[in-house]
């Protein structure tokens, strides 16, 4: 399974494929554009007993439809997700946002920058979420 990027931004979407371009990471990317989407996706992956979980989630909190809060909190409830790494990439630079955020289980925190450049280090991030989850991140996709 990809890494599921969760963004109604056609933009940050662009900006994140960018960033794993400029990491190196050999990874498929999914991408969802609304909260109910999400949380669909994550009801079908639930129910098919052979479906695998993503190797990572970069998670908006500002999605129509439904919270980005709401599909974190589903994302941890999953039987199949639960461990799997969170990214919250949001504008919001609210603490609030951030701590809410941490507590329900998000692994890190990304404020999104105005800057291309700043952008692009939601990569790194990635790499380094991805190194501990145990996966490769060169060669071939695993799961994609």
């Known amino acids: 399974m990809p890494v599921v990027l969760i ?3 056609k933009t940050d979407v662009f900006l994140v494929r960018e960033a794993i371009q400029e990491h ?3 990874v498929g990317l999914r991408v969802i554009e609304d909260g109910e989407r999400a949380l669909a996706f994550l009801e079908a992956l639930e129910r098919d007993g052979g479906a695998r979980a993503p190797r990572l989630f970069v998670l908006d909190l500002n999605l129509p439809r439904r919270s980005g809060t709401e599909v974190l909190a589903c994302i941890r409830r999953s039987s199949k997700c639960a461990a799997v790494p969170v990214i919250v990439a ?4 609210l603490e609030t946002d951030r701590t809410e955020s941490l507590s329900l289980g998000a692994t890190a925190y990304f404020r999104k920058p105005a800057g291309y450049q700043a952008f692009l280090e939601i990569g790194g991030l990635m790499r380094r979420l991805l190194a501990g989850f145990g996966r490769s991140l060169t060669g071939t996709p695993q799961g994609a």
Do not use: A, R, V
Request: with cysteine; net charge negative.
């Open 90 to 93: 949001t504008s919001s630079g």
């Open 7 to 9: 963004e109604d931004n």
């Open 24 to 26: 190196g990471l050999c």
